[in-house]
């Protein structure tokens, strides 16, 4: 047992130990999402995931939202946290401006992303007569999607004095804006073509679009695949590395940990046991069903693994552009078997039949092929 106050006090990040984590027990690391009421119009909703429904995610939080055809989640800006999305259901037109005059129009479908990065100023608006649903996870814990800054909220608080002189209009313009915070706009649904007050725009260096399922999987193992992007191949999500894992029935992403990043994963589909490891003896398991999300703190262990009978997915975020993992089959292939001999009391012999490479996504027996590409 380490001494309280010694110098030799690891579970303290910077000396200053957090209350949740430093505990004899892990906290909870699960919350059911889909379950929870959140901010509802009609059929729109938006329902949030932060350090108030989920303690443990201070680094990350979520949101899933639905638009009903015509409804535009408003014209609005985060003022400290980026926003990063996947479509799930339906088809999505964002605005966005950024802080260099550049502007975009971008049209989405499901398993398109988009990121825009803390500040810039965008809108989402259901397309078409069907409703659209989308997960957003934003880089920041304490971050609510119900804080954030619309522009109703301002226009409606500023006086129409002050609005008539910074748009050139008469005072009697601004006659009947809405008083306090719109959220959900309900509209008609938009047309096909989107033209901008000022015509052209000027599209920014970089795109905040990005077709994450349209592309080949980065990783195809017998018993699943991942799709993963950052800021490799998406140069403007600096902070959000985004994941897609499909897991088979049985399916195992292995033990593992991420050096540089929280991770925070919703279930799109499926049954997934996750496991969670936070040194000096603590370890957990949640198990996880379509609509739940679950925390994984910087460098803890921890492993995900298909429980059901049918193929699961989930969709994992990351709170960094430059994806890291160390995979504990790869650890162990790379010491020699004497030291894992000694390790765990065995014959060196035991541990020469482990994987020789990386596992990745282990099947479900453990035995067999693994990896295809
Ligand atoms: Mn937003
Ligand atoms: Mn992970």
């Not at 129009?105 to 809108?123: L, T």
């Not at 007569?129 to 119900?146: A, M, R, T």
């Not at 592309?215 to 897609?244: C, D, L, M, Y």
């Amino acid at each position: 047992m380490w001494q309280t106050g010694s110098v030799t006090d690891f579970p303290f990040k910077n000396n200053v130990p957090d209350p949740l984590l430093s505990g004899k027990e892990l906290p909870t690391f699960k919350f059911a999402l889909e379950q929870s009421r959140g901010k509802v119009m009609g059929g729109s909703f938006g329902k949030e995931a932060t350090v108030e429904q989920l303690p443990i995610s201070k680094g990350i939080a979520g949101v899933s939202m639905r638009l009903e055809p015509g409804v535009t989640r408003e014209l609005h800006w985060h003022a400290t946290a980026a926003e990063w999305a996947f479509v799930l259901e339906g088809r999505v037109r964002t605005t966005v401006v950024d802080p260099f005059g550049g502007s975009e129009i971008n049209e989405f479908e499901p398993g398109d992303i988009w990121y825009f990065p803390r500040g810039h100023a965008h809108s989402l608006a259901c397309l078409g007569d069907k409703p659209c649903h989308f997960i957003l996870i934003f880089d920041n814990g304490y971050f609510s999607e119900f804080g954030t800054f619309s522009i109703t909220d301002w226009l409606g608080h500023a006086s129409k004095k002050l609005l008539a002189k910074n748009f050139g209009q008469p005072a009697s313009t601004f006659d009947g804006f809405p008083a306090e915070e719109a959220y959900f706009v309900r509209g008609q649904v938009p047309p096909q073509d989107a033209n901008p007050i000022q015509g052209a725009l000027s599209l920014p260096p970089e795109t905040h679009k990005f077709r994450l399922l349209a592309q080949e999987p980065h990783s195809i193992h017998k018993f699943g695949r991942e799709w993963r992007v950052g800021a490799n191949r998406f140069p403007i999500s600096q902070t959000i590395t985004g994941v897609i894992l499909d897991l088979d029935p049985g399916g195992l992403r292995e033990l593992h940990w991420h050096p540089n990043a929280d991770e925070w994963q919703y279930v799109i589909d499926g049954e997934f046991s996750v496991t969670l490891f936070g040194s000096h003896g603590r370890y957990r398991i949640e198990t996880l069903a379509k609509g739940d999300v679950a925390y994984i703190p910087q460098g803890y262990g921890h492993s995900i693994e298909n429980i059901g009978s049918k193929a699961g997915r989930m969709l994992i975020g990351l709170n960094t552009g430059t994806y890291q993992a160390i995979d504990l089959s790869q650890w162990i292939a790379s010491v020699p078997a004497s030291v894992l001999a000694d390790h765990f009391g065995k014959p060196q012999v035991v541990f020469e039949t482990f994987p020789k490479e990386r596992a990745f996504i282990s099947p479900p027996d453990g035995q067999g092929q693994r990896n295809i590409k």
